[in-house]
């Protein structure tokens, strides 16, 4: 009861007077287009903030250049891949079909883990390639342990990355499964190969 006292009683009028801020007459002053450029040295500090983020000199419109012709790499790879595979439908057919082929879906806690592991394992090498500094812990991924965390298997909506530890080798840091693979792991990294790059590299 004190609880629902302290939402309704301080809270929800809190909440309310915050979304009164956001009435007719302040959306209205609102500018009506999106993007730094259309503010007053907007442009140089949009290409500062590029700088920053992807620490290279190029120029917001080659970055953009970049992401265009990857997109089309990328779907020529994806084209050559249904062919050799023989599918002969549509590239969102065949997404769909990635989706709901029970091939591509983990059906362990520990398949879903071996998976991700593997990519994770394939992707270290490259890590040195990539970047000038790397971090200390390494990555790893375990499940949820089963007696101590039945109730946090059974609720658990999302893997958990955990603070980096040291343990008898050295820093670690562990991508942490639940064992609700429906759930949590959906397809994991088997529905198809890129959830689980994505998972992995997280």
């Known amino acids: 009861m004190q609880a629902r006292s302290v939402v309704e009683d301080h809270i929800m009028p809190a909440l309310d ?18 993007g ?16 920053l983020n992807t620490t290279t ?9 970049i992401g265009l012709r990857e997109v089309v790499r990328i779907e020529r790879e994806m084209t050559a891949i249904r062919t050799e595979l023989g599918f002969t439908g549509s590239a969102r057919e065949f997404l769909e079909a990635m989706r709901t082929d029970p091939r591509w879906y983990a ?11 593997t990519y994770l394992r394939r992707i270290e090498p490259e890590l040195p ?16 342990d089963p007696c ?11 893997p958990l990355l955990m603070a ?10 562990v991508f942490l499964l639940s064992g609700a693979v429906g ?20």
């Open 148 to 158: 101590a965390g039945r109730r946090r298997q059974r609720t658990a909506v999302a």
């Open 107 to 117: 059906k362990t806690p520990d398949e879903v883990g071996e998976r991700l592991t």
């Open 129 to 144: 390639k990539r970047f000038l500094h790397l971090p200390r812990a390494r990555g790893d991924v375990r499940r949820l």
């Open 57 to 65: 000199d190029l120029t917001p419109d080659a970055i953009h250049a």
């Open 36 to 51: 730094l450029w259309q503010y007053p040295g907007g442009r140089a500090y949009y290409r500062n903030l590029v700088r």
């Open 183 to 202: 759930a949590v792991a959906r397809r994991s990294a088997g529905c198809c190969a890129w959830d689980g790059r994505v998972c992995a590299l997280r």
């Open 17 to 34: 007077s915050l979304i009164g801020v956001f009435d007719s007459a302040y959306v209205a002053q609102a500018p009506k287009a999106v």
């Open 164 to 173: 980096p530890v040291m343990e008898q080798f050295g820093w670690r840091a």
